[in-house]
């Protein structure tokens, strides 16, 4: 089980930090991403880190802004936006890749567990 944490209402130009907590699977061995979906639209890739945590990977819409990261030992993956739009209110979601030592897809279909996702929401 993934649970996000952290979103919220928050301002242009502000910052959030967002975790992914997991249970029952440790995470350790697995890429981890984090991909958002806005209303009406469909589900889109932000950034991703592959199972050791050296390969870090993000969408062009937000190199620069965000940073993933991951703690094993806590089972926990964690990321920060800063300078967030308003065109970036979504839901967002973490996800666990599908097969083990993975380098980090962009691709959904490429990952099998889910969260239920914490919404943010940038006010103009």
């Known amino acids: 089980q993934l649970v996000e944490t952290g979103g919220g209402l928050v301002q242009t130009g502000d910052s959030l930090r967002l975790s992914c907590a997991a249970s029952g699977r440790p995470i350790s061995r697995y890429a981890m991403a984090w991909f958002r979906q806005a209303p009406g639209k469909e589900r889109e890739f932000v950034a991703a880190?592959?199972?050791?945590?050296?390969?870090?990977t993000a969408a062009d819409s937000v190199k620069g802004r965000a940073s993933i990261s991951r703690d094993n030992a806590k089972n926990t993956i964690y990321l920060q936006m800063n300078s967030l739009k308003p065109e970036e209110t979504a839901v967002y979601y973490c996800a666990s890749e599908t097969s083990s030592n993975g380098s980090g897809s962009s691709n959904s279909r490429h990952y099998n567990y889910w969260g239920q996702g914490t919404q943010v929401t940038v006010s103009s």
């Open positions: 880190i592959d199972w050791a945590g050296g390969v870090k």
